[in-house]
């Protein structure tokens, strides 16, 4: 699976090692929904190198309060288990690609 659904159990193993982006969402969100088809090609594009993953806010809101998201959708970008950078608001694919490319 390129893009993984993450909760609190699957969370720190997903970002524990090497380079992840996180996508905060909620399905109401109509900005992240308009930013689902950039993360599914991002996790397809990146698989192998990049792990990418969703969190649904709704569902899972000790990882909200956890990373202080306080807009959505927020992409976090993790390095090692390590927050390293973070977009709020929906961007185009080429900024995610371009904020990964600093992390490498």
Request: with cysteine; aromatic share 8%; glycine share 6%.
């Amino acid at each position: 699976m390129s893009v993984a659904h993450l909760n609190k159990e699957t969370f720190e193993e997903m970002i524990a090692q090497g380079i992840s982006m996180i996508d905060f969402w909620a399905e109401w969100c109509m900005p992240c929904q308009a930013l689902l088809p950039v993360i599914e090609e991002l996790g397809q594009q990146l698989e192998g190198s990049v792990k990418v993953g969703k969190v649904n806010c709704d569902e899972n809101r000790e990882l909200v309060k956890e990373f202080r998201v306080m807009s959505i959708p927020t992409v976090i970008f993790f390095k090692d288990g390590e927050e390293v950078d973070r977009i709020v608001g929906g961007m185009p694919k080429a900024k995610y690609l371009e904020r990964l490319e600093t992390l490498k």
